[in-house]
């Protein structure tokens, strides 16, 4: 005869768990789950010292599962946040971040900074129209300029991204697979800035699963944007992420394991060359390798690419 399948029960509180986290020998409740969420979130700040006590936090916000997650986790520990969104112009969908995003911000009366791609001329269709280049690496450029200046201008030391494990998984994985030496030297939870200008960027989901975080979402009844960008699929990031989930499911703490060994005993041993004190560019004044940063090279390629054709139409 079969015993009736036992429901699991919350290892804290031994009330019906409602999320079961095999990687952690756990399973909780929804109020414990809360607790453990913020106590990963709270070990990864205190233990990479991701932000000082006195800092207000900049949290880049899409308004996907994982930022929103991010910035409503900071809010409910008690960090100063304040939003930076990104409207990259990618039609429905952009539009549908920014209203969850900014639905977000109003509902908690929380700072949201807004940069308008369109407004600036480069929304990222328009980038990868004129300049040829794959979206996510003109959009990738775009971003991580956007978050250095926008701290810079309103003064933020640090600027919080929702990487989550599968996110850092993925990455490390790619990394390995091609021995990438440069990168895997700058793959850190916390990454110091190289310059004045630059900010300092720190992951505070990185001990936390996709899973955890969309769990996360659900019991918290955030309201995100479920669409993906229309760039993402078949970005190789994505087949990282699905190989991995079948590793997970046969060896449940894979993933974790080989972030966090990576992070403590791999990592320091791949010494970054040591590159050149960056410069200034001379179109924005941000830091800049040549003389002029990425960011504005590819905005002037834009330029240039886009003055003869439009001159054609008209
Ligand atoms: Fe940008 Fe690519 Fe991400 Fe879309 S998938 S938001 S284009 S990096
Ligand atoms: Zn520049």
């Given at each position: 005869?079969?015993?009736?399948?036992?429901?699991?029960?919350?290892?804290r509180?031994?009330?019906p768990?409602?999320v079961q986290?095999p990687?952690?020998?756990?399973a909780?409740c929804r109020?414990?789950?809360?607790?453990?969420?913020?106590?990963?979130?709270?070990?990864?700040?205190t233990e990479e010292?991701?932000v000082r006590?006195?800092?207000?936090?900049l949290?880049?916000?899409?308004g996907?599962?994982?930022?929103?997650?991010?910035?409503?986790v900071?809010d409910?520990?008690?960090?100063h946040?304040v939003?930076?969104h990104?409207d990259l112009g990618i039609?429905?969908y952009s539009?549908?971040s920014?209203?969850?995003?900014e639905?977000?911000?109003r509902?908690?009366?929380l700072?949201?900074?807004?940069?308008?791609?369109?407004?600036?001329?480069?929304?990222?269709p328009e980038m990868?129209?004129f300049?040829r280049?794959?979206?996510?690496?003109?959009?990738g450029?775009a971003?991580?300029?956007?978050f250095?200046?926008?701290?810079?201008?309103r003064?933020?030391?640090?600027v919080?991204?929702?990487?989550n494990l599968?996110?850092e998984a993925?990455?490390l994985?790619?990394n390995?697979?091609r021995?990438d030496v440069d990168h895997?030297a700058?793959?850190?939870?916390?990454l110091?800035p190289?310059?004045e200008?630059?900010a300092r960027k720190v992951k505070p989901?990185?001990?936390?699963s996709e899973?955890e975080t969309a769990?996360?979402?659900f019991?918290?009844r955030?309201?995100?944007?479920?669409e993906?960008c229309?760039n993402a699929?078949g970005?190789?990031?994505l087949?990282?992420?699905?190989?991995?989930n079948?590793?997970?499911?046969?060896m449940?703490?894979?993933?974790?394991?080989f972030?966090?060994?990576?992070?403590?005993r791999?990592q320091?041993?791949f010494?970054?060359?040591?590159?050149e004190?960056?410069?200034?560019c001379e179109?924005?004044?941000m830091?800049a390798?040549?003389?002029?940063?990425?960011f504005c090279s590819?905005?002037?390629?834009?330029?240039?690419?886009?003055a003869?054709?439009?001159a054609?139409?008209?």
């Amino acid at each position: 005869m079969h015993k009736p399948a036992t429901k699991p029960k919350c290892k804290r509180c031994r009330q019906p768990a409602v999320v079961q986290l095999p990687a952690h020998h756990s399973a909780f409740c929804r109020d414990c789950f809360f607790v453990f969420f913020e106590r990963q979130v709270e070990r990864a700040i205190t233990e990479e010292r991701m932000v000082r006590s006195d800092e207000e936090v900049l949290v880049a916000v899409s308004g996907g599962k994982d930022s929103l997650a991010l910035w409503d986790v900071l809010d409910r520990l008690g960090y100063h946040t304040v939003g930076l969104h990104l409207d990259l112009g990618i039609g429905a969908y952009s539009r549908l971040s920014r209203e969850k995003t900014e639905q977000f911000a109003r509902q908690r009366q929380l700072r949201l900074e807004v940069v308008d791609f369109e407004k600036y001329g480069h929304a990222v269709p328009e980038m990868v129209r004129f300049t040829r280049r794959a979206p996510c690496a003109a959009c990738g450029t775009a971003k991580r300029y956007y978050f250095d200046r926008v701290a810079a201008e309103r003064g933020f030391s640090v600027v919080a991204t929702g990487h989550n494990l599968d996110d850092e998984a993925a990455r490390l994985l790619g990394n390995v697979l091609r021995w990438d030496v440069d990168h895997l030297a700058r793959q850190r939870p916390v990454l110091e800035p190289s310059h004045e200008r630059f900010a300092r960027k720190v992951k505070p989901l990185f001990r936390l699963s996709e899973y955890e975080t969309a769990a996360y979402a659900f019991l918290r009844r955030l309201d995100y944007v479920i669409e993906e960008c229309p760039n993402a699929a078949g970005a190789t990031q994505l087949r990282l992420k699905e190989h991995w989930n079948r590793i997970e499911a046969d060896m449940p703490g894979s993933k974790l394991h080989f972030v966090l060994e990576f992070y403590r005993r791999a990592q320091p041993r791949f010494v970054e060359a040591k590159a050149e004190a960056p410069g200034t560019c001379e179109r924005c004044g941000m830091p800049a390798h040549r003389s002029l940063c990425s960011f504005c090279s590819l905005v002037l390629e834009v330029e240039r690419r886009k003055a003869p054709a439009s001159a054609a139409a008209g």
